[in-house]
């Protein structure tokens, strides 16, 4: 077959090479034979970089000489939950430097949960003359004065995307830095900004971009103006609408209602900050024609919930706040058979008591009710074992089941046993499950059956549960495909890590806060485990100032080529080979 294969013009197998859009596959040709790998490595146009650290720009430019397109990802999960220190890393500036000589023709960059500064978005801006997309996703460090460099320089810009994104207000003119004559704009999301934009220059932006399929707004967009900026985009299939409040005047109603009934391609709307519930029916026209539907900032009260998600029979995506309750789910479970991702956030989960009606058994409606279910992210303060059994028989075909129970530990709330049964139930029913968040009262049992079962697991989130090393041990060694651990505040310690050191390399990463891993097993993990970077986060000071047997604050393992990095805070150590370990 090799023989066979060498025998074919480079040029074909370029060709054929490019209708191979996994990274797993692209990654296995190259291991065919040299020839292949020459061949691929020179016609590999897009890059995802699971960790900014895992390789370096010069290693990944030297690899792959010819990249249009990169997705790089910076700080763990956790940072999501300020769990990661301010200053500890991320910074996109190397990667921009390096990428400005050696990729002129780059068109795509795509960050998350990375320090972007204005130098660098300016670096950006004039050294690539064809760049196209620039998403930013949860990442910190850059001004609007950056956003106006972008703005000038890139004349064939067709996305500029902030999501989650921490960015300071300079100015609301920056929009105004896009040429008159740029046309190009397919898809903006400003909706993380916190001030006011200028209106003027984004109604003209918005008028003469006629490719314009993606528009979410941020909060400082009027109500009354939304019908203005749809006027002149009845093309959109995505809307992301600004505050949905105004004073109750008619001809706001029915400007609104016009504007979006003449929206004949909306599939997908987010936003509605402030909603005034009277105006919810101006959005009922396009109901029927959405997919997406995304509330998770959304202050709107059950019974007009009820109403909005029984006229979007073709819904299949979800997110919502709690306020939705169960009535909510058992409408969503009775009117959205196409249903496949379903996310109810809490709204506010620093009270001590329920503000809403939202349990186990509206979880349970939606999984009898709606049989495409694939992806689920739950808050709620209760649960069952039986509960979870019955969802689990419900939907087997689960890839992805998040439940987070508000209050740390909650047990059982009929027996009071451990949660132990219901996540076996899980990882045994949904054979296909690659992603799994776990929550309350849990005994090592639980992670035992998570081992035994969940073999095609990739990424598994811990918190606040087990009982010994025991628990630890039954996930490194049982769960054949997993390649993101992240774990905090739970009695996992150092046997099990030393017992199982060989499977993380096999990961992608490891962390783990608050837990009882000490300083000196993070010694030992630096001994055995040369090609991984064992950082030990601890901000009370070095470690070596206090007995080795004492936990760590943050330990945090994944493999790189690039070794250790050079922008660590002085919070941070790297235990290597070298490092020694105190006998007592």
Same mark, same amino acid.
């Given at each position: ?195 006011? !934009?200028?209106?003027?220059? /984004? ?5 003469? &971009? %006629?490719? *314009?399929? =993606? #528009?979410? @707004? $941020?909060? +400082? ?53 402030? !909603?005034?519930?009277?105006? /919810? ?5 396009? &109901? %029927?024609? *959405?997919? =997406? #539907?995304? @509330? $998770?900032? +959304? ?58 009606? /939202? ?13 495409? @279910? ?61 992603? /799994? ?148």
């Amino acid at each position: 077959m090799l023989r066979m294969a060498s025998s074919f013009p480079e040029e074909v197998l370029e060709h054929v090479f490019s209708f191979l859009q996994s990274d797993g596959d692209r990654n296995s040709i190259s291991l065919v034979c040299k020839s292949w790998y020459e061949i691929e490595r020179w016609c590999r146009r897009r890059i995802f970089v699971g960790n900014c650290y895992a390789v370096s720009p010069r290693i990944l430019i030297r690899r792959f000489p010819d990249v249009r397109s990169i997705t790089l990802k910076g700080k763990p999960h956790f940072a999501d939950f300020n769990l990661v220190p301010e200053g500890w890393g991320g910074y996109v500036y190397p990667w921009i430097a390096a990428m400005a000589s050696a990729y002129p023709w780059l068109e795509e960059i795509r960050l998350k949960r990375m320090v972007v500064t204005d130098e660098s978005l300016e670096l950006i801006a004039k050294s690539f003359k064809n760049f196209k997309l620039l998403v930013l996703s949860s990442c910190e460090g850059f001004s609007t004065d950056g956003l106006a460099s972008i703005a000038a320089n890139c004349r064939n810009l067709r996305e500029l995307d902030l999501h989650e994104s921490d960015v300071e207000d300079l100015s609301g003119h920056w929009l105004s830095h896009f040429p008159d004559s740029y046309t190009s704009l397919v898809s903006l999301n400003i909706a993380c900004l916190g001030s006011e !934009v200028s209106f003027s220059a /984004l109604e003209r932006l918005v008028g003469r &971009c %006629p490719n *314009l399929r =993606s #528009l979410r @707004l $941020n909060r +400082a967009v009027p109500l009354d103006k939304l019908s203005n900026l749809l006027n002149r985009a009845p093309q959109l299939d995505e809307l992301g609408t600004g505050a949905y409040s105004a004073e109750l005047r008619p001809d706001v109603l029915s400007n609104l209602s016009g504007a979006l009934s003449a929206c004949k391609e909306l599939k997908s709307l987010s936003g509605f900050w402030d !909603v005034v519930p009277t105006y /919810l029916p101006a959005v009922y026209s396009i &109901c %029927p024609g *959405l997919t =997406s #539907l995304n @509330l $998770n900032y +959304a202050i709107i009260q059950s019974p007009d919930l009820v109403k909005l998600v029984s006229q979007c029979p073709n819904l299949q995506r979800l997110w919502v706040l709690d306020y939705i309750e169960d009535v909510g789910l058992d409408a969503l479970a009775a009117s959205c058979k196409d249903l496949r991702e379903l996310r109810v956030f809490p709204s506010d989960p620093f009270v001590l008591e329920a503000n809403v009606s /939202l349990t186990e058994q509206g979880l349970i409606s939606v999984s009898e009710g709606c049989p495409k @279910l694939q992806s689920v992210l739950y808050f709620c303060r209760q649960m069952s074992n039986d509960a979870l059994i019955t969802i689990a028989r419900n939907q087997p075909n689960f890839t992805c089941f998040r439940l987070c129970i508000i209050e740390p530990r909650t047990p059982d709330y009929r027996t009071l046993e451990p949660l132990d049964v219901g996540f076996g139930a899980i990882v045994e029913h949904c054979k296909d499950l690659r992603r /799994l968040s776990v929550s309350g009262r849990l005994t090592d049992r639980a992670f035992e059956h998570i081992g035994t079962y969940g073999k095609k697991l990739e990424m598994l989130s811990v918190a606040f549960a087990g009982e010994s090393d025991l628990g630890l041990h039954h996930v490194l060694s049982g769960c054949d495909n997993l390649r993101k651990l992240e774990i905090r505040d739970c009695p996992f310690g150092d046997k099990a890590l030393l017992a199982n050191a060989a499977k993380l390399e096999t990961m992608r990463s490891l962390w783990m806060s608050s837990c009882s891993v000490s300083y000196g097993a993070c010694k030992l993990l630096g001994q055995k485990l040369p090609r991984l970077n064992v950082e030990v986060t601890d901000e009370r000071g070095h470690p070596e100032l206090r007995p080795e047997s004492c936990p760590v604050e943050k330990l945090y393992i994944y493999r790189s080529v690039a070794g250790p990095r050079f922008d660590m805070p002085g919070f941070i150590w790297t235990m290597d080979e070298n490092s020694e370990v105190r006998l007592t």
